[in-house]
């Protein structure tokens, strides 16, 4: 059964551009971006295909900011579809309307309409993401952010010498959103992608691509922080450098206990800062990056790789390949996730909720509903407690913000309809599944437990859920079904993985807690954008608070409109 699914596509997609890098002084700034989106021809495998890029540039221009700096960007959509831009992992305090998933926090930003997301980046540091939200059109829009401490703050780990972005993405050779487009109508899933890349590159083991491979030069004897993001659509990832050790100093922006490893598991979504010595005998080194699924569904299973080069070796001499983990090597992943540990210090602590006002247990299913003019007269489906999430027409924060009625309903259930056992024999049939815009309603300052159970209806799968809005403590994890009298024992209370995004795996579950502080509309959704484009979503809205800085901010003057 296959249950991935592939994109590209070909828009005329107006974006604001990079002003250039400036020089960031002691205090905060107001740091201002335009990214222009265009469509333009850009060649990875045997052939040029026209493309949606930002500024002219696949992957698009990195935003460098520091923390407390104010950031305005000026995004202007000349294309053909709508667009909106999500600023992945940063918090948006009582700011959803900058947020940026499409009807959600806002409606999209129409052809020849431009919008400027406003925003503050407070007590946050490290390298997060930006790109597209709405369709599949991430596939080719999106880039790096870093954001750099306070002046005078140093890393809590040795200072590098160097710092470079790793963007691991996805490449189809066809027009993602015909291809997307294609598979909703059969009721199947879209083509896999062609290729996976670095840096928008896919590496000389493609063919035609020899002159396109990402390279970096190091020099014997310094260290580089290496800050790598997972912008694929519908693949996590392995990732390793031939001959060198990475050791762990961050993840989803904030800091964790440093650990060293020969190769790392990044999901859809997430990040990952690594710094690696340039210790080993000058040669070239490839970098590589190729999917981890453990269970049996078709995907592009071919290895990208970049080039390590140290000064002065010649681009003649032939790179050697890193052994990274077996495509489903689950005992890797589940003991590379249990040495993620936040840093816990008196500067940085880990506030782990340890009393729990709200406990949520949501079961992630897959499944079949009637399509009589789809290939098989079904099409698939994906549900959190058995709903199938249907977007809005409008966004959802501008009708929670006026109190527009019937536009969602907040109902969503803490618990499954039907109690049934989650991993046991495979499932067929979908116990009810039903469709609508339902929400949860939390309570501002409230404490929150989210169980997220894996199923077996159709099949079992990872899924790496992202939450917008928040960090979340992951307090625990494990294969088969969740046990509420014994699994919370063994939760990790002290030093948890503090992240935004998260793995749940094939099979199993994961517990989430959070703090509900920051009131809006919240998007919790699973980041294979193939699971979120079936229904795989749901959101939260978390009350307003008593002060009057509890409360949602007021609605720009240039939010879009539908």
Same mark, same amino acid.
């Given at each position: 059964?296959?249950?991935?699914?592939?994109?590209?596509?070909?828009?005329?997609?107006?974006?604001?551009?990079?002003?250039?890098?400036?020089?960031?002084?002691?205090?905060?700034?107001?740091?201002?971006?335009?990214?222009?989106?265009?469509?333009?021809?850009?060649?990875?495998?045997?052939?040029?295909?026209?493309?949606?890029?930002?500024?002219?540039?696949?992957?698009?221009?990195?935003?460098?900011?520091?923390?407390?700096?104010?950031?305005?960007?000026?995004?202007?959509?000349?294309?053909?579809?709508?667009?909106?831009?999500?600023?992945?992992?940063?918090?948006? &305090?009582?700011?959803?309307?900058?947020?940026?998933?499409?009807?959600?926090?806002?409606?999209?930003?129409?052809?020849?309409?431009?919008?400027? &997301?406003?925003?503050?980046?407070?007590?946050?540091?490290?390298?997060?993401?930006? %790109?597209?939200?709405?369709?599949?059109?991430?596939?080719?829009?999106?880039?790096?952010?870093?954001?750099?401490?306070?002046?005078?703050?140093?890393?809590?780990?040795?200072?590098?010498?160097?710092?470079?972005?790793?963007?691991?993405?996805?490449?189809?050779?066809?027009?993602?959103?015909?291809?997307?487009?294609?598979?909703?109508?059969?009721?199947?899933?879209?083509?896999?992608?062609?290729?996976?890349?670095?840096?928008?590159?896919?590496?000389?083991?493609?063919?035609?691509?020899?002159?396109?491979?990402?390279?970096?030069?190091?020099?014997?004897?310094?260290?580089?922080?290496?800050?790598?993001?997972?912008?694929?659509?519908?693949?996590?990832?392995?990732?390793?450098?031939?001959?060198?050790?990475?050791?762990?100093?961050?993840?989803?922006?904030?800091?964790?206990?440093?650990?060293?490893?020969?190769?790392?598991?990044?999901?859809?979504?997430?990040?990952?800062?690594?710094?690696?010595?340039?210790?080993?005998?000058?040669?070239?080194?490839?970098?590589?990056?190729?999917?981890?699924?453990?269970?049996?569904?078709?995907?592009?299973?071919?290895?990208?790789?970049?080039?390590?080069? &140290?000064?002065?070796?010649?681009?003649?001499?032939?790179?050697?390949?890193?052994?990274?983990?077996?495509?489903?090597?689950?005992?890797?992943?589940?003991?590379?996730?249990?040495?993620?540990?936040?840093?816990?210090?008196?500067?940085?602590?880990?506030?782990?909720?340890?009393?729990?006002?709200?406990?949520?247990?949501?079961?992630?299913?897959?499944?079949?509903?009637?399509?009589?003019?789809?290939?098989?007269?079904?099409?698939?489906?994906?549900?959190?407690?058995?709903?199938?999430?249907?977007?809005?027409?409008?966004?959802?924060?501008?009708? %929670?913000?006026?109190?527009?009625?019937?536009?969602?309903?907040?109902?969503?259930?803490?618990?499954?309809?039907?109690?049934?056992?989650?991993?046991?024999?495979?499932?067929?049939?979908?116990?009810?599944?039903?469709?609508?815009?339902?929400?949860?309603?939390?309570?501002?300052?409230?404490?929150?437990?989210?169980?997220?159970?894996?199923?077996?209806?159709?099949?079992?799968?990872?899924?790496?859920?992202?939450?917008?809005?928040?960090?979340?403590?992951?307090?625990?994890?494990?294969?088969?079904?969740?046990?509420?009298?014994?699994?919370?024992?063994?939760?990790?209370?002290?030093?948890?993985?503090?992240?935004?995004?998260?793995?749940?795996?094939?099979?199993?579950?994961?517990?989430?807690?959070?703090?509900?502080?920051?009131?809006?509309?919240?998007?919790?959704?699973?980041?294979?954008?193939? %699971?979120?484009?079936?229904?795989?979503?749901?959101?939260?809205?978390?009350?307003?608070?008593?002060?009057?800085?509890?409360?949602?901010?007021?609605?720009?003057?240039?939010?879009?409109?539908?």
């Amino acid at each position: 059964m296959a249950i991935r699914g592939t994109f590209f596509s070909g828009l005329t997609l107006l974006f604001i551009g990079f002003l250039g890098f400036v020089c960031i002084p002691a205090e905060a700034a107001t740091k201002k971006y335009q990214f222009d989106v265009q469509v333009k021809n850009v060649s990875r495998l045997c052939h040029a295909k026209p493309i949606v890029t930002v500024n002219g540039r696949f992957p698009g221009p990195t935003i460098f900011v520091k923390e407390g700096d104010r950031v305005q960007i000026n995004v202007t959509n000349h294309a053909q579809y709508n667009m909106s831009i999500h600023w992945h992992g940063l918090k948006q &305090y009582r700011n959803g309307w900058a947020d940026g998933p499409a009807y959600i926090t806002q409606c999209p930003v129409q052809t020849g309409s431009n919008y400027v &997301y406003d925003f503050n980046v407070t007590g946050q540091r490290g390298t997060l993401w930006w %790109h597209a939200h709405i369709l599949w059109l991430r596939a080719t829009v999106y880039g790096a952010i870093v954001i750099l401490p306070k002046q005078g703050v140093p890393f809590p780990f040795p200072q590098p010498n160097r710092e470079q972005t790793i963007l691991l993405g996805e490449w189809w050779n066809t027009d993602v959103e015909e291809v997307v487009k294609e598979g909703t109508n059969l009721g199947v899933p879209p083509n896999m992608s062609d290729a996976h890349t670095i840096n928008g590159k896919p590496g000389p083991l493609f063919p035609c691509s020899e002159k396109y491979t990402f390279a970096m030069e190091v020099e014997l004897g310094k260290t580089y922080l290496l800050r790598i993001i997972n912008a694929a659509l519908n693949d996590e990832l392995f990732f390793a450098i031939a001959g060198h050790n990475m050791t762990v100093v961050e993840i989803d922006a904030v800091y964790t206990k440093p650990f060293t490893t020969q190769a790392l598991l990044i999901a859809p979504g997430q990040t990952t800062n690594v710094l690696v010595q340039a210790n080993q005998v000058p040669n070239r080194y490839f970098m590589a990056a190729r999917p981890f699924i453990d269970v049996p569904i078709p995907i592009d299973n071919r290895t990208a790789t970049a080039i390590l080069q &140290y000064k002065g070796i010649p681009n003649t001499i032939l790179p050697k390949l890193p052994i990274l983990p077996a495509s489903n090597d689950s005992s890797f992943v589940m003991s590379y996730n249990k040495k993620l540990r936040s840093l816990n210090t008196p500067t940085y602590p880990a506030n782990v909720p340890l009393k729990v006002d709200r406990k949520l247990f949501y079961t992630i299913g897959l499944g079949r509903n009637d399509c009589p003019t789809c290939v098989n007269g079904t099409r698939l489906t994906a549900s959190l407690n058995n709903i199938s999430f249907v977007m809005p027409q409008i966004g959802l924060l501008q009708a %929670h913000y006026f109190n527009t009625k019937g536009v969602f309903r907040t109902d969503f259930p803490d618990k499954p309809p039907t109690p049934f056992n989650y991993t046991g024999a495979p499932l067929t049939a979908n116990l009810g599944t039903i469709q609508g815009t339902r929400l949860s309603k939390i309570a501002f300052n409230s404490t929150v437990e989210l169980v997220l159970q894996d199923t077996s209806l159709l099949t079992v799968e990872s899924h790496p859920f992202h939450l917008h809005g928040y960090n979340f403590f992951v307090v625990g994890t494990g294969i088969g079904n969740f046990d509420p009298a014994k699994d919370p024992a063994k939760y990790n209370l002290v030093d948890p993985p503090e992240r935004n995004t998260v793995g749940v795996p094939t099979g199993g579950w994961t517990a989430i807690r959070f703090l509900a502080d920051n009131p809006g509309v919240w998007f919790l959704h699973c980041h294979l954008e193939l %699971h979120t484009g079936w229904g795989l979503k749901t959101a939260f809205v978390v009350e307003d608070g008593p002060g009057k800085d509890q409360t949602i901010l007021p609605p720009p003057k240039d939010l879009p409109q539908c």
